[in-house]
């Protein structure tokens, strides 16, 4: 059930490989990154597109960015990330401004906000793709539950947000998003039959005592929303969703183990959502091998459950500098989507 705020949402790329830092003031930046998937997909339901059998795919991306200092110390940047795969039509994941100062960082823009940047969990320990919370590269679908434990936000529509500057390893952050147009899209309707007026709140610590590093997240939403559930025409003030969660990180010795927690209730359109995950991963040289589950229940209103839970593996290796490839399978039963399942996949990995 995660994101369901918006009708949909951009897959986000982890940085799977290093990265080049932003270059000096004034300077325009481009990173780019393409990624080749091949993945083998077996479930029960064959009704929502999970398309049994083998297929071959890529996620790819541009990412222009810059930024300056001026006079009196304000620092300012702008982030604009273009989809180039060759089905995409929605070309532009996120555009956004930035602004800096002693005070904190304002974002203005197509982003995800606090509740995405501030929440760790059990999915955060490392390998990412074709894991728990990460389809990309197959064809499993969980919808009806979550497939990690993550607060649904209002993930790219435009927003205000606001992140305090870090005390003590402490930071705090708030969003703010009228509706959930993105871009230069105005809601042009009385009624906005996704999301409205919804606010995004995170508060999170990272820290490192002796040898150990930890890192603990909390998030919380609150919108008008009825999640296109109740159908048009049915004011979205009418049902308030809201959704909290906390998780944590912590790191030795090449080790990281994390786990999350989240309760979601989406009044009219479902009565409670709890979902739990954890993993654990090993770093070695260029070697990262990882563990996750998932375990996410949403109890409708009435009398029906749908029930969520996978547990996946996965190893990946950096060849060279920007260059990775890995390998992963996940098993488990999503009622909501693929039903009883198993999906093993690889790829090659590329970004500058």
């Not at 110390?73 to 930035?98: F, M, R």
């Not at 992140?163 to 871009?183: H, I, L, M, Q, R």
């Not at 040289?285 to 209103?301: D, K, R, Y």
């Amino acid at each position: 059930m995660k994101k369901i705020l918006l009708a949909s949402s951009a897959i986000v790329a982890a940085a799977a490989v290093s990265a080049p830092a932003f270059a000096e003031d004034g300077a325009i930046n481009f990173n780019v990154f393409t990624q080749f998937h091949a993945s083998s997909t077996d479930s029960d339901n064959n009704s929502v597109a999970t398309n049994n059998g083998h297929d071959f795919n890529t996620n790819s991306e541009i990412k222009v960015s810059a930024s300056n200092t001026a006079d009196n110390g304000l620092k300012y940047g702008l982030v604009i990330e273009l989809e180039t795969d060759q089905s995409a039509t929605n070309n532009v994941d996120e555009n956004y401004i930035w602004l800096e100062s002693d005070f904190g960082r304002v974002e203005l823009g197509d982003q995800d906000g606090a509740a995405n940047n501030l929440f760790v969990g059990g999915a955060d320990v490392g390998l990412t793709y074709g894991m728990i919370d990460n389809p990309t590269g197959s064809s499993v679908t969980g919808a009806g539950a979550d497939t990690a434990a993550d607060v649904s936000d209002t993930g790219d529509s435009t927003k205000i947000t606001y992140y305090t500057p870090s005390f003590n390893g402490f930071k705090a952050a708030v969003s703010y998003a009228p509706d959930s147009s993105e871009g230069n899209g105005v809601a042009v309707s009385v009624t906005d039959l996704r999301m409205e007026q919804a606010v995004e709140a995170g508060l999170n610590y990272s820290g490192t005592f002796n040898d150990f590093t930890l890192d603990v997240g909390a998030a919380g939403v609150f919108a008008d929303s009825n999640g296109s559930a109740l159908g048009a025409g049915v004011d979205s003030d009418d049902n308030q969703f809201w959704g909290a969660g906390v998780g944590f990180n912590v790191g030795y010795a090449g080790f990281k183990v994390g786990a999350g927690y989240t309760y979601e209730d989406g009044d009219k359109v479902f009565d409670n959502q709890n979902s739990v995950d954890a993993g654990i991963s090993y770093t070695t040289g260029p070697w990262l091998f990882a563990v996750a589950g998932v375990w996410s229940e949403t109890e409708l209103n009435g009398s029906s459950e749908i029930e969520n839970q996978a547990i996946s593996a996965g190893v990946q290796y950096e060849v060279a500098p920007g260059l990775a490839v890995y390998g992963s399978a996940i098993t488990g039963d999503y009622e909501g989507g693929s039903g009883d399942f198993t999906s093993a996949q690889t790829g090659v990995l590329v970004s500058f």
